[in-house]
């Protein structure tokens, strides 16, 4: 495993996985070049310090589940 890896976030829909990403900002970017309803940084920064899994649904019913790994 990578010493230097302090944090990995995922995004999972329909059990696959669609983003990750070791930086929570570019998981963030990417996330949103993706799917439009997403959220901003400081919204998704403050989810993750509660918890580490994050529910995002949208208008068509998809939901991602985002969550934090490391």
């Given at each position: 495993?990578?010493?230097?890896?302090?944090?990995?976030?995922?995004?999972?829909?329909?059990n696959?996985?669609?983003?990750?990403?070791?930086?929570?900002?570019?998981?963030?970017?990417?996330?949103?070049?993706?799917?439009?309803?997403?959220?901003?940084?400081?919204?998704?920064?403050?989810?993750?310090?509660?918890?580490?899994?994050?529910?995002?649904?949208?208008?068509?019913?998809?939901?991602?589940?985002?969550?934090?790994?490391l």
């Amino acid at each position: 495993m990578i010493r230097d890896l302090k944090s990995l976030y995922v995004a999972i829909v329909d059990n696959k996985v669609v983003v990750f990403e070791t930086n929570l900002k570019l998981f963030v970017e990417e996330l949103a070049k993706i799917e439009k309803e997403a959220r901003n940084y400081d919204y998704y920064y403050r989810q993750f310090k509660l918890k580490n899994i994050v529910l995002l649904s949208n208008n068509d019913d998809k939901k991602y589940y985002l969550q934090k790994l490391l």
